[in-house]
């Protein structure tokens, strides 16, 4: 993707964004900047939030974005504000911050947007949390795939933690994986789709599996369960599986 001539639509023509596609691409575009609504303080947050003061019908949810190097974008919004086109204060509160702003009094205005901004941020992040595509595009540990780990038994790094393999790839299986026992047309599906091959699992192929001299039965011991007969003992230094291999 051409993250400059994104920059630049974005810039020039902010009222053909959605609000939450413009602060997704803004996040994008700078990536050394603190998340929206995040814990590392307003300064670092790569955009600010304000509304709009006018009673005037929205053309977009964006009414404007002013950015400078080294410094958050500004941007503001038709929607969700105390004052402007749905505020939730009383029309005079929205005439009184137009009638200042036209004496160059911006100071209503700003301590109002210290509102609008926690507001909107708030907003932002509720719609992310159940857009686990968005999560993983930041690089995020997503809820949806966490849980679908562990619906496939697989909810521990640990357990996920194979070579070639990432999280994603294994949430995307965990229908078969969650079932028990596992079915060998389940390991073809996943071995077919995985590789992009044709597979076919032969079943209980059986191998030889050495024990340890702990667990050889020897005369003249007891306690162990491979001293007793009917228990757990075998003649022998190794055992056969018969379902060890498929």
């Known amino acids: 993707m051409n993250w400059e001539l994104v920059r630049a639509q974005i810039e020039d023509q902010p009222r053909a964004f959605s609000f939450f596609q413009a602060v997704r691409l803004l996040e994008a575009l700078s990536p050394d900047g603190a998340p929206v609504g995040g814990m590392e303080g307003t300064d670092r947050e790569v955009v600010r939030f304000a509304a709009h003061p006018s009673i005037a019908f929205p053309p977009s949810e964006i009414q404007d974005l002013e950015a400078e190097p080294g410094s958050p974008a500004r941007m503001t919004v038709n929607f969700m504000g105390l004052i ?32 609008h ?23 995020e540990e997503d809820a949806v795939t966490t849980h679908l780990l562990d619906v496939a038994g697989l909810g521990l790094p640990t357990q996920r933690d194979l070579p070639g393999l990432t999280a994603g790839a294994l949430a995307g299986y965990a229908g078969l994986l969650a079932a028990q026992p596992r079915s060998a047309q389940a390991l073809e599906q996943i071995l077919e789709d995985y590789f992009q091959i044709s597979a076919s699992v032969e079943q209980f192929v059986g191998d030889w599996y050495p024990l340890r001299r702990q667990d050889q039965c020897e005369v003249g011991e007891e306690g162990h369960m491979s001293s007793q007969l009917g228990m757990g003992a075998l003649a022998g230094d190794e055992v056969w599986d018969p379902q060890a291999r498929v």
Not at 117 to 139: D, M, N, P, T
């Open 84 to 115: 402007g086109p749905q505020g939730v204060l009383p029309l005079d509160y929205t005439n009184l911050v137009a009638r200042r702003a036209q004496e160059r009094d911006e100071a209503l205005r700003d301590f109002l947007d210290i509102f």
């Open 117 to 139: 901004h926690r507001i909107l941020s708030l907003f932002y992040r509720a719609w992310l949390k159940y857009r686990f595509l968005v999560q993983r595009e930041r690089g």
